[in-house]
C-alpha cells in the first residue's frame, strides 16, 4: 500500500517537471532577450533533472515509465506562449512554481526538500522577470528616487476573467428582462446593448490605462535621459546597485556599470530596461490593440447568454441560455485552473454554479418588477 501511494506520489512529482521544463523551452524560443532566453534554458535543464531523478525512483520500483509528455494545461500554456509571447503567461508560471515548491514540503525524500528550494528560487526569478517584458528589472533602486514606477500584470488572469465578466454581467442581465418580460424583442435589446456598452466600456477603459502608461514611461524615460546628461555619475551609482542587487559583486558590478555607461549610443535602452523595467521599443504595448482584445473577451463571453434569443421564443430560449451559459461558464473555469492548478471538474461546477445562481437572482427581481408594473 505505501508503494503504490509513493508511485503516484513520484508519477505526480514527474509530471510537474516534465510541464514545467516544456514550458520553459517554449519560453527560452520565443523570447527576444539573450538574457532572459539563457536563463529560460537553464531553467528547462533545472526540470529535465528533476523529472530524470523521479524516474529513477520510479525504476527502482520497477515500474513501467511511460514516454515523457506535458499534461493538457502546460499545452495550452505553450500555445499562449508561442501565440501571444512569454510574458503573456509569465506571471501565471510563477504562480504554478511557488504552489509546486509548497507541494514537496512535507515530502520525506531528501530530492524533495532540495527540489523545493529550486522551486521557490526558480518564481522568485521569475517574479522579477515578469514585472517588465524587458527581463529583470531594477525597480527597487529606482523607487528610492520616488521618480519612477513600474508596473506588471498578468495577461492571461485579465484575459480569463474579462470573458467571464461579459458572460455573467449580460446572463445576469438577460435573466433580469426575461424575468420581468415576456417580449423575446425586449430581452434581446437588452442583451444587445449591454454588450455593447459593456464592451465599448471595457475597451475605452483598457485604451485609457494603456495610452496612459504609455504617456507615463515616455516621460520616464525623459527624465533619464535628462539625468544621464546631467548627473552621469548618479546613474553610474544606480546601475551599480542594480547589478549588485542582482548578485554581482561590488567591484563586478561597477566595472560592469562602468562599462555599460561608456556606450552612449545604447546606455538609455539600457537604464529604461534595467532601472525602470521598460522596453523602450513596446512602451507597455499598443493602446489600440489593448482596446481591441479587451472589446472582443468581453463580447465573446457576452454572447453565450444571447444566442439563443436570436432564433427562439419564450421558455424555450431562456433554458437553452442558461444551458449555453453553463457551458461557457464551466469552460471559463476550466481556464481558471491553469493558473490555480484545482481540478477542473471542481473549478468548471464551482463557476457554473456561481454565474446560475447571479442569474436565478436576478430573474427573480425581474419578475417581481414584472409583476408590480402588470
Not at 43 to 63: D, N, Q, R, T, Y
Not at 99 to 125: C, N, T, V
Not at 356 to 371: D, P, Q, R
Request: glycine share 10%; hydrophobic share 45%; aromatic share 8%.
Amino acid at each position: 500500500m505505501s508503494n503504490k501511494k509513493d508511485i503516484e506520489r513520484y508519477f505526480n512529482n514527474r509530471q510537474k517537471e516534465i510541464d514545467g521544463a516544456a514550458l520553459y523551452r517554449v519560453l527560452a524560443q520565443t523570447e527576444a532577450q539573450p538574457q532572459m532566453k539563457e536563463i529560460y534554458t537553464r531553467l528547462s535543464a533545472s526540470e529535465e533533472k528533476h523529472a530524470s531523478l523521479w524516474e529513477k525512483k520510479l525504476g527502482e520500483l520497477k515500474v513501467n515509465i511511460p514516454p515523457r509528455m506535458p499534461s493538457w494545461r502546460a499545452k495550452v500554456m505553450i500555445w499562449l506562449a508561442r501565440r501571444f509571447g512569454p510574458q503573456f503567461i509569465l506571471p501565471t508560471i510563477t504562480g504554478n512554481e511557488n504552489a509546486d515548491s509548497q507541494a514537496y514540503d512535507g515530502q520525506p525524500e531528501a530530492e524533495a526538500l532540495m527540489f523545493a528550494k529550486d522551486e521557490k528560487s526558480h518564481a522568485r526569478l521569475l517574479s522579477m522577470a515578469s514585472k517588465s517584458s524587458a527581463g529583470l528589472p531594477g525597480a527597487s533602486v529606482a523607487q528610492l528616487e520616488g521618480r519612477h514606477r513600474a508596473s506588471g500584470g498578468n495577461a492571461l488572469r485579465a484575459a480569463v476573467l474579462g470573458a467571464n465578466d461579459g458572460l455573467v454581467s449580460i446572463l445576469s442581465l438577460v435573466m433580469g428582462v426575461a424575468g420581468a418580460t415576456s417580449s423575446n424583442s425586449q430581452v434581446l435589446i437588452a442583451g444587445l446593448a449591454g454588450l455593447l456598452a459593456g464592451a465599448g466600456s471595457m475597451a475605452l477603459g483598457e485604451w485609457l490605462s494603456v495610452q496612459s502608461s504609455r504617456e507615463l514611461y515616455e516621460n520616464q524615460i525623459k527624465i533619464e535621459a535628462e539625468e544621464i546628461a546631467e548627473s552621469p555619475e548618479e546613474e553610474l551609482e544606480e546601475l551599480t546597485l542594480i547589478y549588485q542587487s542582482k548578485g554581482l559583486p561590488e567591484d563586478r558590478a561597477k566595472e560592469l556599470a562602468s562599462h555599460m555607461m561608456a556606450d552612449t549610443s545604447s546606455i538609455l535602452d539600457t537604464l529604461a530596461r534595467e532601472e525602470l523595467g521598460i522596453d523602450p521599443e513596446e512602451l507597455g504595448g499598443s493602446a489600440y490593440e489593448a482596446a481591441f482584445t479587451s472589446f472582443f473577451l468581453f463580447a465573446v463571453g457576452a454572447i453565450f447568454p444571447i444566442f439563443p434569443f436570436l432564433f427562439w421564443t419564450g421558455a424555450t430560449a431562456i433554458y437553452l441560455s442558461l444551458a449555453i451559459s453553463g457551458v461557457g461558464l464551466f469552460i471559463i473555469g476550466a481556464g481558471i485552473t491553469l493558473m490555480t492548478g484545482r481540478g477542473v471538474l471542481f473549478s468548471g461546477t464551482r463557476q457554473v454554479l456561481v454565474g446560475l445562481i447571479a442569474a436565478a437572482l436576478t430573474f427573480g427581481v425581474g419578475k417581481l418588477i414584472g409583476v408590480s408594473l402588470a
